[in-house]
C-alpha cells in the first residue's frame, strides 16, 4: 500500500490550504483506518483527524475543529483534509498514514499506523 500526500506550500496567516491523500495498491484487506498527522522538528508526530473508510466516521483534535475538517474523497481511501484559519503554529510537515485496526476503532496513536506517506510540507507565514 502506498500513499501519497500532496497540496502543502507558504501561505500566510489565516490562509486556507488543503491536503489530498490518495492510496494505491491493494487496501481491501490492509486498510480500515486512515488518518492526518502532522509534525515539526524536534517534536512527536500528533494526530490530527482519523477516518474509517468504510462507515465514513471521522474524528478531530478537539484543538483543530472549526478549523481543520477532513473529507472522505469519492475514490476509494482517498482523503482531503482542509485547513483554514491556519496560524504560524500550525507550521509542520503533514503525513497521511493508514493502517487495519482489528476491531471497530481507530487509534489516534501514531505508532499503531503501518503504512505512511512521504509527507507535504505547510508553512505558515507572513
Known amino acids: 500500500v502506498q500513499l501519497v500526500e500532496s497540496g502543502g506550500g507558504l501561505v500566510q496567516p489565516g490562509g486556507s490550504l488543503r491536503l489530498s491523500c490518495a492510496t494505491s495498491?491493494?487496501?481491501?484487506?490492509?486498510?480500515?483506518?486512515m488518518g492526518w498527522f502532522r509534525q515539526t522538528p524536534g517534536k512527536e508526530r500528533d494526530w490530527v483527524a482519523i477516518?474509517?473508510?468504510?462507515?465514513?466516521?471521522?474524528w478531530h483534535r478537539d484543538s483543530l475543529k472549526g478549523r481543520f475538517s477532513l473529507s472522505q474523497g469519492d475514490a476509494k481511501n482517498t482523503m482531503y483534509l482542509q485547513m483554514s484559519n491556519l496560524k504560524p503554529e500550525d507550521t509542520a510537515m503533514y503525513y497521511c498514514a493508514a493502517y487495519q485496526s482489528g476491531g471497530g476503532f481507530c487509534f489516534t496513536e501514531p505508532e499503531k499506523y503501518t503504512f505512511w506517506g512521504q509527507g507535504t510540507q505547510v508553512t505558515v507565514s507572513s
Open positions: 495498491g491493494d487496501t481491501s484487506t490492509t486498510v480500515n483506518c
Open positions: 477516518l474509517a473508510p468504510s462507515s465514513g466516521n471521522i
